[in-house]
């Protein structure tokens, strides 16, 4: 796989609580140059951004990073989200829901925000590092009963990123029309091509125009 096609399926991302405008502009720049399929930026931003370079498509991160935020308050920030120029949400699952087996509800709140995003894209990340087999075959079910359009594997803030394995247990569990994003700890060329032969359609990394520098 070449570097302009890698980079295709790479969401560009910088979701550090310091990042400043400087930062997000920077990666906006790069994102054209390279041709990356998104920047994924902080809400706060995505005006910003949308205002400063027109065609960029822009996702954004919704009840980030933790997910316990109620489905009103994610169904608003979503709406802004959308409203100010985001193209993609992502959005993170309650996992006192999932630790608790209600899993109706999970799919419930991925429905209220795909029905808000329409025909935009929506992202589940479902934090893989805190979840049980059972758990992660169960929420492959939420987020294709939910209408969702990715399962998304990790916000990068927990205590692992994205595992080889839980991309093809996604790939058995899923259903036809969803899509894998693998994020969190990728950062090397390799790492990207491994995840993306392993059936990922997206990644979400910080670091993917680094590690192709030198090509």
């Not at 930026?41 to 370079?53: C, G, M, Q, T």
């Not at 959308?82 to 999932?98: H, K, S, T």
């Not at 080889?164 to 259903?175: P, T, V």
């Amino acid at each position: 796989m070449d570097k302009k096609q890698a980079l295709s399926h790479v969401d560009h991302t910088l979701l550090k609580p310091t990042a400043g405008w400087d930062d997000i502009k920077a990666l906006c720049d790069e994102a054209l140059r390279f041709g990356t399929a998104s920047v994924c930026i902080p809400p706060s931003y995505v005006k910003n951004v949308r205002e400063a370079f027109n065609h960029l498509n822009i996702c954004t991160v919704i009840g980030f990073p933790l997910g316990y935020n109620t489905t009103s308050v994610k169904a608003a920030e979503a709406q802004e989200a959308l409203d100010n120029g985001a193209g993609e949400v992502d959005m993170v699952v309650n996992l006192g829901w999932v630790k608790d087996g209600r899993f109706n509800d999970v799919t419930k709140e991925i429905r209220t925000l795909k029905d808000i995003a329409g025909n935009r894209i929506l992202k589940v990340i479902v934090e893989t590092c805190y979840l049980t087999k059972d758990e992660k075959i169960a929420l492959c079910q939420c987020v294709t009963d939910g209408g969702a359009d990715y399962i998304k594997t990790s916000t990068g803030f927990g205590s692992a990123g994205a595992q080889l394995e839980d991309i093809l247990l996604f790939k058995q569990h899923i259903g036809a029309g969803v899509k894998i994003k693998a994020s969190g700890g990728i950062r090397t060329k390799e790492d990207i091509e491994a995840f993306l032969a392993a059936g990922a359609e997206r990644i979400g990394a910080s670091s993917a125009i680094k590690a192709y520098e030198n090509d």
